[in-house]
């Protein structure tokens, strides 16, 4: 009995979508493959078509990020349930080794192995370890697996994003669904949310090999959001889960919402070449807490 399923989210992925299906039905153990098609225009249909094993569901109209992945959860029967782009891939040993894991530790709510990086042909790009070295996670940490009150918002972040991308992320269904799935007010940070959400009701398993390979390239639709949208998901969605775990004081909140708004104005400044927002931004940076904050370069990206 199959007890993975892997959920492809997709719209318009007819240039790798053929790839990704490939390298599912390739793996050593067989996982269940479930297609949500967000309402592609190009010949995304047709490429999955030929996975006659492939469970295939449109969408009845075009869905946002998080509604989307919310969406997919009725269609999941399987014990484990994992997301994965339409361009990212699986090595063949994937499912087994995250199977023998499993095994290993049943209570476990989140498992999650290495990723390696690629370019639109393939190409292997650098690792995702400067995401550890840019925000100062510190190494007696890696092995932080849940957030508990009283943690540091370093620890948090060091919970949601150590070393894995998304595709390398295997969740505990019924979890999931506890937890009341994904937001689907977001359509960017919907993955740091749920991590959070289930991390708050178990540990994580890491295994430690680079079984998944996360694409990418200009035409990814996260690259194609605007900046602002990011930052004040990035911002809802620290202060709901900090709040909730009893990390984040109110003047943290402070500093992390005057941050999100001086990004806001750079990014209206380097964009329209606006010297006002630019001017009002540099203003604001004056603030002695946020100057101190800057100077800190505190461990959290917002």
Known sequence: MRDLTAVINVRNGQPFIEETLSSLFRQDYPVSVLVID????????????????????????????????????????????????SDDLWEPAFSASMRRAMEKASDAVLLTTGTICIDSEGKELPALEPYQRKYRIHPRRENKDRLEKGDTLEALLMTMRPRWA??????????????????????????????????????????????TKYRRHPNQDTRKLNPETIYHEKLLVLKRVGQDAGLLSRRRISEMERITEIKCLLTHFFRNRDLGKGLWAFAKCLDPRIFAYLIRRASFAI
């Open 166 to 211: 998304w595709c390398a992320t295997v969740f505990k269904t019924d979890v999931v669904k506890d937890v009341g799935g994904f937001d689907p007010s977001l359509v960017y940070c919907e993955d740091l949310d749920i991590i959070a959400k289930v991390l708050r009701k178990g540990t994580s398993v890491h295994v430690p090999a680079n079984l």
């Open 38 to 85: 967000n309402q592609s225009t190009d010949d995304t249909a047709a490429v999955v078509a030929k996975f006659p094993l492939a469970q295939y569901v449109r969408t009845l109209q075009p869905l946002g990020l998080g509604a989307a992945r919310s969406f997919s959860l009725s269609y999941v029967k399987t014990k484990y349930v994992a997301w994965l782009d």
